[in-house]
Every structure is written in C-alpha cells, then in structure tokens.
C-alpha cells in the first residue's frame, strides 16, 4: 500500500495546543446563577487555577458577571488575587500553616478552621498583626472529610468563643459540604441540612452568631433552594458545566475547549494496529492524523477507547487507541486533511465537538476533574 506522509511543519507555523477560555460564558454564567439564587449573595470559587480555567481572569469574569464573593482552597491563591487587585472578600477554607494564617490576616482574606488547633493558628497571627483574623468554622454534617463532627463541634465553638472574646478572631461565616446534592432525592442531603442546622443552632446558644451560613454549591442552587441560607458557592456551574447532569436550569455555556492542530497525517493499510497495545484496528485502509496533545494536557488516557469523537477540519473523527502522553492519533478516514488543521478535543458542542460533560460521562469521571487537569503550562487564549 502507498502511503503519503505530508512534509514536516515548522516550529514557526506550527499551531499550537491550547485551551481557550470564553470569558464572556463564565460572566454570563455568573449572571445566570445570581438569579438562580434569587437574592442570595453567590460566592465564585475558583480554586484549582479556577478549575483550570486561570485563576485571575476567571475571578475577574466572575465578578463583573454578578459573583459577590470568592472562594479558594489555598491562602496562595487568596493573595494571588489580592496581587492582582481584587479587593473584595475572599475565603480560603484550607490554611494548614501558620505562615498561611500570617499571611492572610493582612490581607483581609478570611480563613477556614475545622480544628481548635488551626483555629489557634488564626488566633495567633490576629493577636501578631493587631486585628481579629477573619474565620469561618467548618461542620463535618455527614462528608468525613473536612470540618468538626457533632462531637468535636462544641470545642471548636468553645475555642471561638474564646478567641473572639480576646479580639483575636471574628467569626464571620459557619459552613460545610454537600456530598450528594447531584444526587436528586438522595438521604443523605436532608439528614445534612439537619445536621447544619443543629451545629448553627448550637453555636449560636454558645454566643457564635457569624454574618454568614453556607453549604448549598452548585447542584444544590438549583435542586435546593431550602439550602441556600446566606450564601451559595458555585464551582463548576460557573464555568458552563451542569451539576445536575441536564437537569439544571436554565443552560449554563462551557467556558473551555481544548484545541490542537493536525501535524502529521499518513496512509495505514487494513488491519494495522495504532497507538499502545495495538488496542485499535485498521478496519480498511485508511488515513490517521496525529495531533500533538494527550493526557499531559488534560485529555484522559480512556477517550479513544471511550468513543471520544473529536473535530477535525469541523468532522467529527474517532480517536484511534488510547490517547498517548503527549500525542493523539485520530482515523480519519479517506479524508487528507492538511497539517495545521484545526482539531477540537472538547468544547461547548457548538459544532459537534464532544462537550466535557459527554467526555467525562464516557471516561468514567466527573467534568470537573477533565478541566481542572488543564496545566497551567498549557498556553491559555482568553476571549471576552
């Protein structure tokens, strides 16, 4: 069998695999989820460099789009946003240091505490830098992960009274975390909000009154609205991903695509195989395309074998064998595309192209873990 093998592509024109970010989608989103709540202030997380969307400008999106406030995991992340001029108040709900805790208290970034012991972490840099360390105290309601059970929750409300006493703490937030509010009608959720709001109750016997209770995130926002109380947290339905699977209302836009370009294209005859463990087959003879992106930039291993369909040149293509490291080889049939074609891995399914949420249904996952595994290497273009 003849095969055709187009000449190699410069460096200097070679398209490059990127993520491209729609931040028009993740302020629009922002927008949809402020009426969704119906007057309860929205917090944007954007922890995980905002689910790989960039931490930044996705916060900045947010908030011209109607966000009130920020969430984060890490202090670093906190000050990365105050460094980039964002004022407003933003949590960090996992300070492990006391340098976090230093850090933050200046700031103005207000912390999360679980433990007396990391609540005396606050406490501490409040006394050092002369001004109560901003917390909010986190209830284990039925996650076990974290937060205070029923049992250790009256110390660690004890140890805020205490440290808010002395001027060295102010509680301003109680919260904790929904494991199955995706998960319509599912037990857990109602015997979580009971247990919310006995630890809320109890706090507030004890002389804790914070400004602000949360625990509803994006899926429970739109299935229950019982839950929003002072605020809602948003995560991935900021940036166009349904939590409820279709269920959501009304649509939220995907924010990213993945996109490469064609740099080698070649003929193979029937039968041969492709890519490790010659899991796939040449039905016919037939033409490939590598693209060079794989699970290094955020494509999982399993969307070949999935059925993942990419576009190329705007037809949708299978993936042949696994998605490689760096590398991705796609049947194209008795197409010849040229080098430097565009290819879309995923995006918001404007043109036929597989959306995260079909991605990640057909590997196993969720949409959140495919975007937030985005490096932050990758090279990022932003569209307003």
Avoid at 194 to 203: E, L, M
Avoid at 305 to 334: C, F, H, K, N
Wanted: hydrophobic fraction near 45%.
């Amino acid at each position: 069998m003849h095969s055709t093998i187009q000449p190699p592509v410069t460096t200097e024109s070679a398209p490059e695999t990127h993520a491209r970010i729609d931040l028009a989608a993740i302020s629009e989103n922002a927008s949809v989820l402020a009426s969704a709540a119906r007057g309860t202030p929205v917090m944007a997380v954007v922890k995980a460099n905002a689910y790989g969307h960039g931490l930044v400008p996705a916060a900045r999106a947010a908030l011209a789009g109607g966000a009130d406030r920020l969430g984060v995991n890490q202090v670093d992340e906190a000050l990365e946003l105050r460094r980039a001029g964002i004022t407003g108040p933003i949590l960090a709900w996992l300070p492990w240091r006391q340098a976090d805790c230093d850090a933050a208290v200046p700031a103005g970034v207000e912390v999360g505490v679980d433990t007396p012991w990391r609540l005396d972490l606050a406490a501490a840099a409040g006394a050092r830098h002369g001004r109560p360390a901003r917390v909010h105290l986190e209830a284990d309601t039925g996650m076990s992960r974290g937060g205070a059970t029923r049992d250790d929750w009256p110390q660690l409300v004890e140890a805020a009274r205490r440290a808010q006493a002395a001027g060295r703490v102010a509680v301003t937030g109680i919260f904790s975390h929904f494991a199955c509010a995706d998960v319509p009608g599912h037990p857990s959720v109602t015997a979580q909000l009971s247990a919310f709001d006995d630890a809320v109750r109890y706090a507030a016997g004890s002389g804790v009154e914070p400004e602000i209770r949360h625990i509803a995130n994006s899926a429970a926002l739109f299935s229950l609205p019982e839950s929003r109380y002072d605020l809602v947290r948003t995560g991935m339905a900021l940036y166009g991903l349904d939590p409820l699977n279709g269920d959501a209302e009304p649509r939220l836009r995907p924010a990213m695509s993945l996109r490469s370009a064609v740099v080698v294209v070649k003929r193979i005859p029937a039968g041969a195989g492709v890519m490790y463990g010659l899991t796939y087959r040449a039905a016919t003879d037939t033409t490939v395309a590598v693209v060079p992106v794989g699970y290094v930039d955020g494509l999982p291993r399993a969307a070949g074998t999935a059925g993942a369909e990419p576009l190329v040149g705007g037809a949708a293509r299978p993936i042949a064998g696994v998605v490689g490291m760096e590398e991705t080889v796609i049947d194209v049939g008795d197409d010849m595309p040229s080098i430097g074609d565009e290819v879309v891995l995923f995006g918001p399914g404007d043109d036929g192209e597989p959306t995260v949420v079909e991605l990640a249904r057909r590997t196993g996952t969720v949409p959140a873990e495919i975007v937030s595994r985005v490096p932050a290497s990758l090279p990022r273009i932003y569209r307003s």
